[in-house]
């Protein structure tokens, strides 16, 4: 949604007013101005949109206990941790970062992690490989674009394409990201613990395809 400078002339007791509540929600006085005309003439913006789509997954994604998720209001940043069963219980974070959907894409996924141990490196970044040739092979074909992974040391990202032909609501978008991050933490922890093989993972992928309604 485009921004553009305006300037308005207001009491000062009401941009007092302003202030104290942007200090409070961690917002810029421009933005909560903003967000408060964008509510009262009931035009979404995409913030709030972001904040719906986060709301919904915290909502889905809470009574679930292999995934902890930390959301804050106003921000376009949702983590979610988890615990590896691999001997001190390493943790990976998974980082959900939107935008307002441009140029295919709605944001998107890193993957972090933090180890010093030599084996679990190389077991994750076989892993890391493994998704990334299984969504060339079996989701690039449907999105009809190419998703461009990126591996880092410690992390992993990967672009979330919009919606192919349509927008989607917020509690589609939501539900497709839980679903999405639920699928890659439960084949990460099989592969990782040698009760997944690699085609073990390709196929649960590909069952899980079959049933998406909205792919990312």
Same mark, same amino acid.
């Given at each position: 949604?485009?921004?553009? +400078? =305006?300037?308005? !002339?207001?009491?000062?007791? %009401?941009?007092?007013?302003?202030?104290? /509540?942007?200090?409070?929600?961690?917002?810029?006085?421009?933005?909560? %101005?903003?967000?408060?005309?964008?509510? =009262?003439?009931?035009?979404? &913006?995409? #913030?709030?949109?972001?904040?719906? !789509?986060?709301?919904?997954?915290?909502?889905?994604?809470?009574?679930?206990?292999?995934?902890?998720?930390? *959301?804050?209001?106003?921000? &376009?940043?949702?983590?979610?941790?988890?615990? $590896?069963?691999?001997?001190?219980?390493?943790?990976?974070?998974?980082?959900?970062?939107?935008?307002?959907? &441009?140029?295919?894409?709605? @944001? #998107?996924?890193?993957? !972090? *992690?933090?180890?010093?141990?030599?084996? /679990?490196?190389?077991?994750?970044?076989?892993?890391?490989?493994?998704?990334?040739?299984?969504?060339?092979? /079996?989701?690039?074909?449907?999105? @009809?674009?190419?998703?461009?992974? /990126?591996?880092?040391?410690?992390?992993?990202?990967?672009?979330?394409?919009?919606?192919?032909?349509?927008? @989607?609501?917020?509690?589609?978008?939501?539900?497709?990201?839980?679903?999405?991050?639920?699928? *890659?933490?439960?084949?990460?922890?099989?592969?990782?613990?040698?009760? +997944?093989?690699? +085609?073990? %993972?390709?196929?649960?992928?590909?069952?899980?395809?079959?049933?998406?309604?909205? !792919? $990312?």
């Amino acid at each position: 949604m485009k921004k553009t +400078l =305006y300037s308005l !002339i207001l009491s000062d007791d %009401v941009v007092h007013a302003v202030d104290i /509540l942007a200090h409070q929600t961690g917002m810029s006085r421009s933005a909560l %101005v903003n967000r408060i005309l964008a509510e =009262y003439v009931s035009v979404q &913006t995409p #913030e709030n949109r972001i904040n719906d !789509i986060f709301r919904a997954m915290e909502a889905m994604i809470a009574p679930r206990p292999e995934l902890v998720p930390f *959301f804050s209001p106003n921000s &376009t940043t949702m983590s979610l941790k988890s615990s $590896l069963a691999y001997k001190y219980r390493p943790t990976v974070k998974y980082e959900v970062a939107l935008h307002g959907g &441009t140029d295919g894409s709605i @944001g #998107e996924l890193a993957v !972090i *992690f933090r180890t010093q141990s030599a084996p /679990l490196i190389r077991a994750m970044t076989a892993f890391f490989r493994l998704w990334a040739e299984i969504e060339r092979i /079996l989701l690039v074909p449907q999105l @009809g674009a190419e998703i461009e992974c /990126l591996l880092y040391d410690g992390k992993f990202v990967r672009p979330l394409a919009a919606p192919v032909g349509r927008d @989607g609501t917020a509690e589609e978008l939501a539900q497709a990201l839980s679903d999405y991050i639920h699928l *890659f933490d439960r084949t990460l922890k099989g592969y990782l613990s040698g009760e +997944l093989s690699a +085609l073990d %993972v390709e196929r649960l992928y590909a069952r899980d395809l079959e049933k998406r309604t909205v !792919i $990312l």
